[in-house]
């Protein structure tokens, strides 16, 4: 059934593309989709069997295959996880799946991670990894992951988790790694959160309020970039320190007890507060003779504040600066080495995160995840599932009123509207460069309850992954 709902997306997506395909032709494609996996299956074996070995039968079908729209139905009818790396053919540009997935893989207590991923017997995590070893990405950013310095956390989940076959799926090996310090957890010296306490001490009520970015501990929710392909680690570029000052026009949080604008934070405060609630990065990856900069980010919640909404504010400034920066809107920017400007002229880029914001529902500043969505040096991507949609019909409640389409969800929170609950939501996103790349495909992992994988996400809760999906699209790079 996971064939058959890749199928389903493939098909939406091209439909928004602005490439119209008959319903009935979609249908029979379906229909047909069994034989065609035959084919495919034996065109794999006769033509190339490493890459079949490697793979799967899906590899190779589209090597058959030169009108573009059948290829792409052939590539998702094939199989479970399609390789985009293999729908070039040999005068073809190089084709990549980059995805974004909030894993969850965070803990209460520094250390308590690296504790729970030293043997490869958590359930949770190996969830998380047979998830990704199902969509096999090329270039994947995963957040909530908790930070330490030395990276361990992530060794060892590559090593106990990602690296051994979890149910049979094909080990996922990222020979490349960007790790980066993150604001969630270090403490800012400050009254942040307006509490009456200046709180310093990890771990202790109040502490995370007064962080630069909420964390119990330095390094709680912070993220990590694996990738196939080479990083080159000379022109990563983070925004860890930029100051919500120094943006021009901020949304600065303003409290209403008092006349003056903007004064939410005292200036002692503002002066030294950063705007990203993690760090924003940009990453440039080597995929043969191109480059593509992920920029990364995972925008605080727009929640857990007042009437002064200084993460909704936040949130959206967040995103604000990743969406100046790629399309070179404004010249305010600076990296922790104090360079400025934005991204390079014509850079092909890939922006990937959890981003806390839904197009039409939950609690964000109206508009937030529109400055991407609308931003014209952006691609129009929609990932959609059958699990999205069904999860929202069978949790109803304050889904019932969502407007967003529940097919392009993306995290399952809780329904019910009297324990405040915001539903499931659209709130992660890999958003391609508008120029640079031809969409091939696209999904969110969220299986339906009667088709393969859904034992991975189950019902909401209690969360067997994560709260989120993961979220993937293929594209092929053009000139
Ligand atoms: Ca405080
Ligand atoms: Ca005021
Ligand atoms: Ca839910
Ligand atoms: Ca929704």
Redesign the pocket.
């Not at 400050?190 to 709180?199: E, F």
């Given at each position: 059934m996971i064939a058959f709902s890749l199928f389903v997306n493939v098909s939406r997506l091209i439909r928004t593309a602005g490439v119209s395909i008959p319903a009935n032709r979609a249908k029979a494609g379906a229909e047909r989709r069994g034989l065609w996996r035959r084919r495919c299956f034996a065109a794999a074996l006769s033509r190339d069997p490493s890459r079949m070995a490697r793979s799967g039968a899906a590899t190779s079908g589209l090597r058959l295959c030169f009108v573009p729209l059948l290829a792409v139905f052939l590539a998702v009818g094939c199989g479970r996880a399609p390789d985009p790396a293999a729908k070039a053919a040999p005068d073809e540009s190089p084709a990549i799946r980059v995805a974004t997935f909030n894993a969850y893989l965070n803990r209460p207590a520094e250390g308590r991670l690296i504790e729970d991923l030293s043997t490869p017997d958590n359930p949770q995590a190996r969830a998380v990894a047979e998830i990704i070893q199902r969509a096999a990405p090329d270039i994947l950013l995963l957040q909530e992951v908790d930070y330490d310095v030395e990276g361990r956390a992530v060794a060892l989940f590559q090593e106990n988790y990602l690296s051994v076959s979890q149910n049979g799926a094909a080990p996922a090996d990222y020979p490349y790694v960007f790790l980066g310090a993150t604001n969630t957890g270090v403490h800012s010296g400050?009254?942040?959160?307006?509490?009456?306490?200046?709180?310093a001490t990890p771990g202790a009520e109040?502490y995370g309020?007064?962080a630069f970015g909420f964390g119990a501990f330095p390094g709680q929710y912070g993220m990590v970039l694996l990738s196939k392909y080479p990083i080159d680690e000379a022109g990563v570029r983070t925004f860890q320190k930029f100051l919500w000052k120094d943006m021009p026009g901020a949304m600065l949080p303003d409290d209403p007890e008092t006349p003056a604008q903007a004064d939410w934070y005292e200036p002692g405060a503002l002066a030294e507060f950063r705007l990203s609630s993690k760090s924003h990065w940009d990453v440039p990856i080597l995929v043969g003779d191109a480059r593509v900069h992920i920029v990364a980010l995972h925008p605080t919640p727009p929640v857990f504040d007042g009437e002064e909404d200084r993460n909704g504010r936040r949130n959206h400034d967040e995103i604000r600066l990743a969406s100046d920066y790629v399309s070179g809107a404004g010249d305010y920017f600076y990296d922790d080495k104090g360079e400025r400007g934005g991204i390079e002229a014509g850079a092909r880029f890939v922006v990937l995160g959890d981003m806390n914001a839904d197009p039409l529902d939950g609690d964000g500043v109206p508009g937030a995840a529109d400055q991407f969505l609308s931003n014209p040096a952006i691609a129009s991507v929609a990932p959609e599932s059958v699990g999205g949609a069904a999860q929202a019909a069978l949790q109803g409640g304050a889904n019932l009123s969502h407007r967003t389409p529940a097919e392009t969800d993306t995290a399952d929170f809780g329904d019910d509207i009297e324990r405040g609950g915001a539903g499931n939501l659209r709130l992660d996103y890999v958003l391609p460069s508008a120029h640079g790349f031809a969409i091939k495909g696209a999904g969110v992992f969220w299986p339906a309850p009667d088709e393969d994988g859904y034992d991975l996400v189950g019902p909401g809760f209690p969360v067997v992954s994560s709260d989120h999906r993961l979220v993937w699209v293929d594209m092929q790079f053009t000139d």
């Open positions: 400050h009254d942040l959160d307006r509490n009456g306490a200046v709180v109040g309020g007064d």
